[in-house]
């Protein structure tokens, strides 16, 4: 029973957002969602150059 979150109806399906499965968003800390945020944007930008969709600017 200490592992409970909180005291809800077993009937009551518990709401949930997608957020709460990626991880850096599932404590909903500031500042843990804000650095997630930036990685996943980086990793995501450098597949998007990677794959030739945004060009790599010349040198």
Do not use: C, D
């Not at 200490?2 to 599932?26: D, H």
């Not at 990677?50 to 790599?56: C, K, Q, V």
């Amino acid at each position: 029973m200490a592992n409970r979150k909180k005291n809800r109806p077993q009937n009551e399906p518990e709401k949930s957002s997608i957020l709460t499965l990626i991880p850096g968003f599932r404590s909903q800390t500031p500042w843990k969602m804000g650095a997630a945020g930036a990685f996943y944007l980086t990793i995501v930008l450098y597949v998007l150059v990677l794959a030739g969709i945004i060009p790599n600017p010349p040198r």
